[in-house]
């Protein structure tokens, strides 16, 4: 999508849920209680990065930036995915020219994350499944929202032919940290001298034969 | 009777800033301040507690690039260098100073930096040997951290990187300091569970992380963050205290925010008419902080322009007073830490060094109170962590819960929308330095090892947590988005050459000298990690 596209969208004053899907779309943050004013300024600000990204494209040489002439491409076919906090997870790829005509030809291009916590992944087993639009000009990135904490998570793009997504490309795998005290009650202990590892069941009682000055270990 | 222990930690870290083709750079004088105003008064002050036989511990981690600046002679010769000039405007304040106590405050800042050079005179020019002289006695217990303060969180999925960091900061550590270091300090706090299986291939005993890492662990630690707990794998971890943190640096609470404690942001370097300052600020004319600084924060809401004067008495005796209430709190902490647990807790304060000295100017005499009225109570025992680790006979094991000490307590500052284009090449030139390595792993060719040696050391610098932090606060961005993209391309470059056979020996001879961090390194580190051969 172009920056006139974008503004002719924004002045057919679109309803809330139109401009929270394209936002979606286009690989911003959009948040469940965000005001339909505040998703047309984020599409607004959005439309006008678009023009400077235009600028900055005019001035380099194709595939390089303009400073310091680094590649915006390696072709190396990766998408990598990262994990931000909790709730976040980030993903960006980096596309060899053949996958990206490949994809470039497909109508709908999507990329998807399953979460895969504690499965081993056939393809089809997730235990959930997130998917978002992605335009290959315009974004090489996407955040995604994930409700689950302390869960493993797994990206993959690809394009949908025929109601079936075909994956091109697959991440590693993130697992988003814990956020929460553990359900576990179990408790591990590690006992000097003794060298072995006591599994306790709770409340395991503090060890009461610490002696603060005299024990000074010799085991290690 | 029951006591606790307390560990001060300090954290202390500086990214690589070195352009020996220039004079004092802008960024290079965020070395000369921490210099001059932390990390010399806290050696002195060290000095003057080993003096006076007052029990201290204290543990200091030293980044790698901070060794390597304090090793770099054009470096120091810099600092010395802007250290006199600043001894002259001294003497052309005293002269032109209105009343007695503007001369008085001159005096004193003249004597500060007199005694600094002093000091670095008497350590050989490098501070290395300052803190390994009180690492002798036996007060302080220094460790290292990962190579150039990478985020190892975000590395995660590329092994062989995190192994590099890890192994190159336990080896820079032994290279300076002729001992093997027992601890680290992980950059940012930056854990991820399975990070200790690398600790421990390197020897690490032990490590520490933010609060939260204990709070939502897999198993719930039963003495909260005031124990060590042992990881799966053998290395030890310790729980920053978050009530520690909070009394020193909180908004409203704070010590530091005290009236009678100097202003920061009211610097001669701002104050004074242009063309007298001109000699002492920034070569391009550009105004910057010179670190003499006559006003005290007077109150909050004081606008700068009308602070009032700064008194080093009074500041010293709000040093005092706050010591003590400190110490209060720590005791009367230990007292219910012990109530619940029946056992001695321990209570760990970790701060970024830079905090004592730099932003907190009486930072240092705080400290030094602290340890003196200490030594009348029972209940506090300082300790370092090897000590700690000796006192107690029984450590759950527990994994503790990936995290950092960065806002939110996770990885957002170092991944978000301002600085997450860098992933791209972090992720990429590691790949193929890891190729190369494995390509190469027999090369003999003198020039060619050293092209693939720089290669790391220009990996390795791209690699500093702090250029994403400071895209993430928005000041100095430049500078920062620039240090990555300069890396990147001289990897690159190199790169191209090595490949093509076209190496340029000028060009390969000028990044050794620019981007001189850690001479002996050897490529082959990012093959070792796969094949096991040991470089």
Not at chain 2, 417 to 431: A, F, M, P, S, T
Request: one cysteine or more; hydrophobic letters at 35%; glycine letters at 4%.
């Amino acid at each position: 999508m172009t920056r006139e596209e974008l503004e002719v969208f924004l002045s057919k004053n679109p309803t809330i849920q139109e401009a929270k899907a394209l936002a979606r779309k286009l690989g911003l943050k959009v948040k469940k209680r965000m005001k339909k004013s505040e998703v047309l300024k984020l599409l607004q600000d959005f439309a006008k990065s678009l023009v400077s990204q235009k600028k900055e494209e005019k001035a380099s040489p194709p595939q390089e930036d303009r400073e310091n002439g680094l590649p915006q491409s390696y072709g190396s076919d990766r998408l990598v995915l990262l994990s931000v906090n909790p709730n976040l997870v980030y993903v960006y790829w980096d596309l060899s020219s053949e996958t990206l005509s490949k994809l470039s030809a497909q109508k709908e291009v999507l990329l998807r994350l399953y979460d895969v916590t504690y499965i081993v992944f056939d393809g089809t087993n997730a235990h959930r499944i997130f998917e978002a639009g992605v335009h290959l000009s315009m974004t090489r990135n996407y955040y995604f929202h994930v409700p689950m904490a302390n869960a493993d998570y797994l990206a993959e793009l690809g394009f949908k032919a025929e109601g079936k997504f075909v994956p091109v490309l697959r991440s590693n795998v993130a697992r988003t940290p814990s956020n929460t005290p553990s359900t576990s009650v179990r408790q591990r202990w590690i006992i000097k001298g003794k060298r072995t590892v006591k599994i306790g069941e709770p409340p395991l009682k503090p060890v009461e034969r610490i002696h603060i000055s005299s024990q000074v270990e010799s085991g290690r | 009777m029951m006591n606790g222990y307390f560990l001060l930690v300090l954290h202390t870290h500086l990214p690589y800033v070195n352009h020996p083709n220039h004079d004092l750079y802008l960024e290079e004088r965020w070395y000369v301040e921490a210099v001059l105003e932390s990390y010399v008064p806290l050696l002195m002050m060290f000095d003057r507690l080993q003096e006076k036989k007052v029990p201290f511990k204290v543990t200091i981690s030293l980044s790698p690039p901070l060794l390597e600046m304090f090793r770099n002679t054009t470096l120091t010769e810099k600092l010395k260098k802007y250290a006199e000039k600043l001894v002259e405007l001294c003497e052309k304040e005293i002269a032109r100073a209105n009343t007695q106590q503007e001369r008085d405050l001159a005096g004193f800042y003249r004597e500060r930096f007199l005694a600094c050079l002093n000091y670095l005179d008497s350590l050989n020019s490098n501070l290395a040997n300052g803190f390994k002289k009180h690492a002798e006695f036996g007060n302080v217990q220094l460790i290292t951290c990962n190579a150039t303060h990478g985020f190892l969180p975000l590395m995660r999925h590329q092994p062989f990187a995190v192994d590099t960091q890890i192994k190159v900061g336990v080896e820079t550590f032994k290279r300076h300091f002729g001992f093997e270091t027992k601890g680290i300090w992980l950059a940012e706090c930056g854990y991820y569970s399975g990070l200790d299986e690398t600790l421990k291939k390197y020897g690490v005993e032990f490590f520490f992380v933010d609060s939260h890492a204990f709070w939502y662990a897999d198993e719930r630690p039963y003495f909260d963050v005031y124990r060590p707990v042992m990881t799966p794998s053998g290395v030890f971890a310790f729980a920053r205290d978050p009530e520690s943190s909070e009394q020193v640096w909180s908004a409203t609470l704070g010590y530091p925010g005290d009236g009678r404690y100097r202003e920061f942001y009211r610097d001669l370097g701002f104050d004074r008419d242009y063309d007298y300052i001109k000699p002492y600020i920034d070569k391009s004319g550009v105004r910057v902080n010179v670190g003499i600084k006559y006003h005290r924060i007077t109150s909050r809401e004081t606008p700068l322009d009308k602070k009032e004067l700064y008194s080093r008495d009074e500041a010293l005796s709000a040093a005092k007073e706050h010591a003590l209430d400190f110490l209060n709190k720590k005791i009367s902490q230990i007292n219910s830490l012990t109530d619940v647990f029946n056992q001695p807790p321990v209570i760990v304060a970790p701060f970024d060094t830079e905090l004592f000295g730099h932003w907190w100017f009486e930072g240092p005499e705080f400290l030094e109170n602290f340890f003196v009225e200490a030594s009348r109570y029972r209940q506090i025992k300082f300790a370092t962590p090897s000590e700690v680790l000796e006192k107690f006979d029984s450590f759950q094991i527990v994994t503790p819960a990936d995290s950092s000490w960065g806002s939110g307590g996770y990885f957002d500052t170092w991944l978000n929308g301002k600085n997450d284009w860098i992933q791209l090449h972090l992720v990429e030139i590691r790949d193929r330095m890891k190729r190369l390595a494995e390509t190469y792993f027999e090369e003999k060719d003198p020039l060619k090892t050293r092209v693939l040696n720089q290669m790391l050391r220009e990996l390795l610098l791209a690699e500093s947590s702090d250029w994403p932090f400071i895209m993430t606060t928005g000041t100095n961005v430049e500078y920062a988005v620039n240090r990555i993209k300069t890396h990147v391309k001289r990897f690159l470059d190199l790169e191209t050459q090595l490949v093509k056979d076209n190496i340029d020996g000028e060009f390969l001879a000028r990044l050794e000298q620019e981007d001189d961090v850690f001479p002996w390194i050897d490529f082959r580190y990012y093959a070792a990690f796969q094949t096991r051969k040991e470089g």
